[in-house]
Each structure stands twice: as C-alpha cells, then as structure tokens.
C-alpha cells in the first residue's frame, strides 16, 4: 500500500511532487523518492525511512523538472533500503508502483535471460524493465505500456515516465486505487484524491484495469481491452481534506477528543430530524428480505463488525455471521440471495475487504459498505455505500473511524428490529435515545483521561497484558489489545472473560496486567468472578467500570478507570475511549512513534 504520485507541470514539479508525498505518507513510509524530467536529462532521488529523509536529500542535491513522479514505500518485496525505494529505473523508463506483480519471478528471470540487469530485490523493478525491453524492441512509450500490463498478474497502480519525453506519462491500475487530477495546463496522477488535493479538486477516479495517456493539456482513458474510454470528472470537497492536529501533539488525540462531535453528525445524519426514527438518507436496505447478514472488514474495522453481530442478533434476533476478509475471501463461503452482506473499511481501498465485496458481488443479496472515504472502490463498487462521516483520519491506527463504524452499525441493527418486527416505535424511540446520549458520554469518558495517564505509567513497564470483556465488551477487549500492540509495541492479547481459564490464566503473574472492560451489565458479576480468580493469582487488575462497577468490585484490584454509567447497548462505543486512550498514553509514556508505528500502514492495498 505504497503512495503514487505523478506531476506533468508547468513550473518547477519537485515541491509540489514532495507535498503531495507528504500527504500519502500514511500510506507506507519505509521509503520514498522521485524521479524527475529535468533540462540535462531524468534525474532520481530515494532515500530510506520517512519523508524527511528524502527531503535531506534534496536539500544536499537539488533536482528541478517539470514532470516528475514520486513514491512513499510500504515494503513487501524486499527490505526498505534504498536500492529497493522506488522510482525504479530500467534505461529510458522511471516508474512507481503500489500494490504486488505476483508473477513478478518468471518475468524477471526471463528478462534477466535476455540480459537485463537487475538493482533491485522488489517485484516492481520488473515493471520498469519489461517496459524498457519492449521499448527496446521499437515499441512507442504507449504500446510498450500495453504489452506490459497484458503480462501482469496481481494488483498494481502505476506511473510511468519516459527520458526525453517531457510531456507525457503513463498510469495504469488493477487492484490498487488511481485518480487522475485535472489541472489549468497541468495533469496530474494519484493514489487518492487526498494526494491530489494540493493541487485540483477536478479528479477522474480511473476503473478497474483502465489505463490512461497523459499530456499537459489532454488524456485519453483506455480500459482493459484497450478501447478508449471516458471516465466522469468529479469535483471533490477540499475543505473536508484540510487537515492539521490543531492543540493536540498528535493526529491520534486529536482525532480520539473528536470523537463527540463527529459522532453526533454521524449520528444525526442516520436519524429522522426529530430524533424519532432510523432515517437512512441512501434508501433503507430491507432487513426483512434476509435471513442472514455476513459482515466482513480488516482490523478494527473488524472488531466494529464483532460488536455489531451483538446488536443485530439480539436487537434484530437475525443471525449474523462474521469474518476478517483475508480468510472470508479464500474458504468461498456459500453467499446467496438470502443474505445480505456488510463490508466496512475506514478507507474504501483495503485489498481484501475489496475482493471480498467482489466475490459476494451478484450472489448476496445486497451488498452494503460502511466506509470514510465515498468516493473509495469499496464506496463505488457497493450497492449501498453508507458514509460514516468521521472527517479525514491521520493517525494511522483508527480511533473515530471506529466509533462512527459502530454508530451506522447500531442504527441498522435499529432498523432491522423494526423491519423483522422485534421492536416496536416505542423500543425503537428508547434505543434512539440511548444512542443520541452517546457524545456527552464520550466526552465524560474523555474527563477520564488523568486516571488512563497514571495507569499508563505502570502499564508501559509491562512486556505483556491482557484484556478482558464479556459480551460486546469481548470484542472492545480485542480492539484495546490491538491499539495498544500497534501503539506501544508491547505484547497484548485480548479474551472473552469466560475464556481466561482455558488457558491465558498461566501466563498470570504479578507482571501481567489485566485489563478488564466491566459495565455494569446482566453480565457484570460472571466478569467479577474471572477478575477474582486473576486476582487470586497475584495478577494486577485494571477495572474500567461505571461508579456502580467499582463500588461493587473495585477491592483488591490495582488501579480503577471510571466510565459515565450507560446503558448496555451503548457501552462499547462508550469504552472504546479507555480503549483507544491507554494505548495512547502507553505508547507516549514509551517515545513510540504514536502516528506512524513502525511497520504499518493506513491503507493496506495489498493483500
Ligand atoms: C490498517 C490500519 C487499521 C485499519 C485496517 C483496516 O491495518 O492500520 O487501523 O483498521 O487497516 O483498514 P480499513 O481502511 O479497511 O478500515
């Protein structure tokens, strides 16, 4: 899931290729570099590690051209060294890929044969060197492009620029996202409309397989087969893209304390205006068409998919099925008519929640995305895209983008229950009542922050910790494990409190904290008796409960968190604050890079 962007200017591209980069960073950042068609000739800067790394490098050896592509790497095939940092460079050819060339081996050892020569470990070099080859042969810049792509197993976004050509470049895409950005005697490519807003708000977003010939004053799209094609030009909101972290040291607490008031618009936006009923502005899916619902995502999107299957099964009495995409992809589970099929991802693009829209795609018998981004493939390819309205986010591991995925989500699973006749306008009213009240609790929850830094303290010395939950609190005992491993690289597994004893209860010692989301629920006193029996064992209990839960179980634990009392339904979006704020404050107590942890990206656009 690298960054591609492409510049075919009018002046001097370098500082505007370097911003563009700057806003894909959340994309990968193990690398980045540009290649530019400058007066002597194409000219290539790469360096290691993030951005500013390259912009060093630029400072000690400046590159000017008027067009030029760059590239910010997250690393699949080999190591991010400089070597493996795109452009890659075959002869007259520079080119920058996302995504993977799966038959990238035969192709190389073919074209090694032929003797070519190699720089680099990475499946995209092949790219540049195929093209090269073809070129070789007497091909035209456009036609050594088609004859590549023809060859290419796997998924790829690309640009492609030619020595001695300072008016063209080439894009293609298959799999990963690509945007064309229209500009005043400037064309320009992108892996999203966020890359590009520096520049235009007038993008065309290219299709499945299309690829595109570029000038400064026209393009022309072709699809797969090679016809040429028109794709509609949008107008995207810029103002929505601004983004900056205000007060706050980082994207990530700045995006958690936005959480109420996102929230509410997320909310408001699914809500009659007098609060009174579900109001689903794209036209209400009919819950009681169906007799299954499969709800399919990658990472915390997933664990919002978890807490959902609660809601719709026991609000709504629908069963509800639940899968990460990688795996629901490949076990080609049987989909039919009578199932409908929820998809939800921040981003719109992640590889495997788009393939397995794809594959449910004609045999459910809807198919609905939850999504951030509305102009993502999994937004356009759906055929009802539901936007959560969380407003762009940074930080690469997702904090309000969660809660506005359970916000839809708990709509929905309203609507169901009345669909199938399980609520009635009464229950339906209460249950909305219950959700509008969600943002002032979020922000009581927020109050809590002073206690989440003092446990943080102790708990950054910890090498490994548990999480605990029952009910759709298990699944805010994964989310909180997940956040606080990508933030603060500390070991943590999360558990469904019941299942403590059939097995994680060993690794309990009094090194091991145990953190334990406990409402004051139906369930509350079985969560008590597992916290009892950790306690029995030396362990450090964490107890984040309402004033009732820790009144009731606070003895002998080692530190308590105090969440605002709240009905059962809207708990887990009430606890994904302690959730998301002591992996914060963990990863800040320990100096990690909370915005960009190592080795992971925001847009996963490879499998
Ligand atoms: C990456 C991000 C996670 C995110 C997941 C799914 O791993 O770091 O924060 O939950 O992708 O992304 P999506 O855009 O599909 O929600």
Same mark, same amino acid.
């Given at each position: 899931?690298?960054?591609?962007?492409?510049?075919?200017?009018?002046?001097?591209?370098?500082?505007?290729?370097?911003?563009?980069?700057?806003?894909?960073?959340?994309?990968?950042?193990?690398?980045?570099?540009?290649?530019?068609?400058?007066?002597?000739?194409?000219?290539?800067?790469?360096?290691?590690?993030?951005?500013?790394?390259?912009?060093?490098?630029?400072?000690?050896?400046?590159?000017?051209?008027?067009?030029?592509?760059?590239?910010?790497?997250?690393?699949?095939?080999?190591?991010?060294?400089?070597?493996?940092?795109?452009?890659?460079?075959?002869?007259?050819?520079?080119?920058?890929?996302?995504?993977?060339?799966?038959?990238?081996?035969?192709?190389?050892?073919?074209?090694?044969?032929?003797?070519?020569?190699?720089?680099?470990?990475?499946?995209?070099?092949?790219?540049?060197?195929?093209?090269?080859?073809?070129?070789?042969?007497?091909?035209?810049?456009?036609?050594?492009?088609?004859?590549?792509?023809?060859?290419?197993?796997?998924?790829?976004?690309?640009?492609?620029?030619?020595?001695?050509?300072?008016?063209?470049?080439?894009?293609?895409?298959?799999?990963?996202?690509?945007?064309?950005?229209?500009?005043?005697?400037?064309?320009?490519?992108?892996?999203?409309?966020?890359?590009?807003?520096?520049?235009?708000?007038?993008?065309?977003?290219?299709?499945?397989?299309?690829?595109?010939?570029?000038?400064?004053?026209?393009?022309?799209?072709?699809?797969?087969?090679?016809?040429?094609?028109?794709?509609?030009?949008?107008?995207?909101?810029?103002?929505?893209?601004?983004?900056?972290?205000?007060?706050?040291?980082?994207?990530?607490?700045?995006?958690?304390?936005?959480?109420?008031?996102?929230?509410?618009?997320?909310?408001?936006?699914?809500?009659?205006?007098?609060?009174?009923?579900?109001?689903?502005?794209?036209?209400?899916?009919?819950?009681?068409?169906?007799?299954?619902?499969?709800?399919?995502?990658?990472?915390?999107?997933?664990?919002?998919?978890?807490?959902?299957?609660?809601?719709?099964?026991?609000?709504?009495?629908?069963?509800?099925?639940?899968?990460?995409?990688?795996?629901?992809?490949?076990?080609?589970?049987?989909?039919?008519?009578?199932?409908?099929?929820?998809?939800?991802?921040?981003?719109?693009?992640?590889?495997?929640?788009?393939?397995?829209?794809?594959?449910?795609?004609?045999?459910?018998?809807?198919? #609905? !995305?939850? *999504?951030?981004?509305?102009?993502?493939? /999994?937004?356009?390819?759906?055929?009802? +895209? =539901?936007?959560? %309205?969380?407003?762009?986010?940074?930080?690469?591991?997702?904090?309000?983008?969660?809660?506005?995925?359970?916000?839809?989500?708990?709509?929905?699973?309203?609507?169901?229950?009345?669909?199938?006749?399980?609520?009635?306008?009464?229950?339906?009213?209460?249950?909305?009542?219950?959700?509008?009240?969600?943002?002032?609790?979020?922000?009581?929850?927020?109050?809590?922050?002073?206690?989440?830094?003092?446990?943080?303290?102790?708990?950054?010395?910890?090498?490994?910790?548990?999480?605990?939950?029952?009910?759709?609190?298990?699944?805010?005992?994964?989310?909180?494990?997940?956040?606080?491993?990508?933030?603060?690289?500390?070991?943590?597994?999360?558990?469904?409190?019941?299942?403590?004893?059939?097995?994680? #209860? !060993?690794? *309990?010692?009094?090194?091991?904290?145990? /953190?334990?989301?406990?409402?004051?629920? +139906? =369930?509350?006193? %079985?969560?008590?008796?597992?916290?009892?029996?950790?306690?029995?064992?030396?362990?450090?209990?964490?107890?984040?409960?309402?004033?009732?839960?820790?009144?009731?179980?606070?003895?002998?634990?080692?530190?308590?968190?105090?969440?605002?009392?709240?009905?059962?339904?809207?708990?887990?979006?009430?606890?994904?604050?302690?959730?998301?704020?002591?992996?914060?404050?963990?990863?800040?107590?320990?100096?990690?890079?909370?915005?960009?942890?190592?080795?992971?990206?925001?847009?996963?656009?490879?499998?």
């Amino acid at each position: 899931m690298c960054g591609i962007i492409g510049i075919l200017g009018k002046s001097d591209t370098t500082p505007k290729l370097v911003s563009a980069l700057k806003r894909l960073e959340y994309r990968g950042y193990d690398s980045a570099g540009i290649a530019l068609i400058g007066a002597e000739g194409m000219d290539i800067r790469r360096a290691t590690g993030k951005l500013a790394e390259l912009e060093a490098v630029l400072e000690a050896a400046p590159v000017s051209g008027l067009c030029g592509i760059g590239h910010t790497r997250w690393a699949t095939h080999g190591a991010p060294t400089k070597a493996n940092a795109h452009p890659h460079r075959a002869g007259p050819v520079a080119v920058v890929h996302n995504g993977i060339i799966e038959n990238f081996r035969p192709l190389r050892e073919e074209l090694i044969a032929k003797g070519r020569v190699f720089l680099s470990e990475t499946d995209s070099e092949v790219v540049a060197q195929l093209c090269a080859d073809f070129l070789e042969q007497g091909l035209s810049p456009e036609a050594a492009v088609a004859a590549s792509l023809a060859r290419f197993e796997g998924a790829f976004a690309l640009a492609y620029l030619f020595e001695g050509e300072d008016d063209l470049m080439i894009a293609a895409r298959r799999g990963s996202p690509l945007a064309i950005g229209h500009g005043e005697g400037e064309m320009y490519i992108g892996s999203d409309a966020m890359a590009l807003s520096g520049v235009t708000d007038r993008i065309t977003y290219l299709d499945e397989g299309d690829w595109a010939v570029l000038h400064r004053n026209s393009y022309q799209v072709f699809d797969a087969l090679g016809n040429p094609v028109n794709r509609p030009e949008t107008k995207v909101n810029l103002e929505a893209m601004a983004v900056d972290k205000g007060n706050h040291r980082h994207f990530m607490t700045k995006e958690i304390f936005e959480q109420p008031s996102v929230m509410a618009l997320a909310l408001s936006r699914y809500l009659s205006p007098d609060h009174g009923a579900v109001h689903i502005p794209e036209g209400a899916p009919d819950f009681s068409r169906f007799d299954r619902l499969v709800l399919v995502a990658c990472g915390t999107a997933f664990y919002a998919c978890h807490v959902a299957k609660y809601w719709f099964e026991q609000i709504a009495r629908i069963p509800v099925e639940i899968d990460v995409a990688s795996e629901f992809r490949y076990r080609a589970p049987p989909i039919g008519p009578r199932d409908a099929v929820i998809l939800v991802s921040q981003s719109g693009e992640t590889a495997d929640t788009l393939a397995a829209l794809r594959y449910v795609k004609g045999k459910a018998g809807q198919v #609905i !995305a939850i *999504i951030n981004a509305p102009e993502s493939s /999994i937004a356009r390819e759906a055929d009802l +895209a =539901l936007p959560i %309205k969380a407003g762009v986010e940074v930080s690469v591991a997702s904090s309000k983008a969660f809660t506005c995925q359970l916000a839809v989500f708990a709509v929905l699973a309203i609507l169901a229950a009345r669909q199938r006749g399980e609520l009635d306008e009464q229950g339906e009213k209460s249950l909305i009542d219950k959700l509008v009240s969600v943002p002032r609790l979020m922000d009581e929850a927020l109050k809590a922050e002073p206690a989440m830094i003092d446990a943080a303290r102790e708990l950054a010395k910890a090498r490994d910790i548990l999480f605990l939950g029952r009910g759709p609190l298990y699944p805010l005992a994964l989310e909180g494990a997940l956040k606080l491993k990508e933030l603060s690289y500390i070991h943590a597994e999360g558990y469904a409190s019941g299942e403590l004893k059939h097995g994680p #209860i !060993a690794l *309990i010692d009094d090194l091991v904290p145990v /953190i334990c989301f406990a409402p004051v629920d +139906a =369930l509350f006193d %079985k969560t008590v008796s597992n916290m009892q029996e950790v306690m029995a064992r030396g362990g450090k209990v964490l107890l984040v409960s309402d004033a009732t839960g820790i009144k009731r179980a606070a003895d002998g634990t080692w530190a308590q968190i105090e969440m605002p009392n709240c009905d059962p339904f809207i708990a887990p979006i009430v606890y994904a604050i302690p959730a998301q704020l002591l992996a914060y404050h963990t990863a800040t107590e320990k100096g990690t890079d909370v915005d960009q942890p190592r080795n992971l990206a925001k847009s996963v656009t490879v499998e």
